[in-house]
């Protein structure tokens, strides 16, 4: 059984910091691409930020460039994301995505966290 849970989610205010974790637990054979999504109320979920597990590679939405930073313990599979200079706007909800192949499969499946709540608010 795979697993996929996020934690650091919580209430700050604009300008200031929070970092977010997500760990993928269980039997896992290997790890393609783990990911942060966001949903506000009223919108759709968005991409933040994603990074490749082998290569490193990373990816930002527009909005956030320069401001949040993904990273990734190969180790203990788990990614953060570090988030700075936080606006009112980026409050959301913020979900924790893999791509991966499980033992029990040994196919590349996706997996979703059940969500952190972030609130960017004075």
């Known amino acids: 059984q795979v697993q996929v849970v996020e934690s650091g989610g919580g209430l700050v205010q604009p300008g200031g910091s929070l970092r977010l974790s997500c760990a993928a637990s269980?039997?896992?054979?290997?790890?393609?691409?783990m990911a942060w999504y966001r949903q506000a109320p009223g919108k759709q979920r968005e991409l933040v930020a994603g990074?490749?597990?082998?290569?490193?590679?990373?990816n930002y939405a527009d909005s956030v460039k320069g401001r949040f930073t993904i990273s990734r313990d190969k180790a203990k599979n788990t990614v953060d994301l570090q988030m700075n200079s936080l606006k009112p706007e980026d409050t959301a909800v913020y979900y924790c995505?893999?791509?991966?192949?499980?033992?029990?499969?040994?196919?590349?499946?996706?997996?979703w966290g059940q969500g952190t709540q972030v609130t960017v608010s004075s």
């Open positions: 990074i490749f597990w082998s290569s490193e590679s990373t």
């Open positions: 269980g039997s896992i054979y290997r790890i393609y691409h």
């Open positions: 995505y893999s791509r991966l192949t499980g033992f029990a499969t040994l196919m590349p499946n996706e997996y």
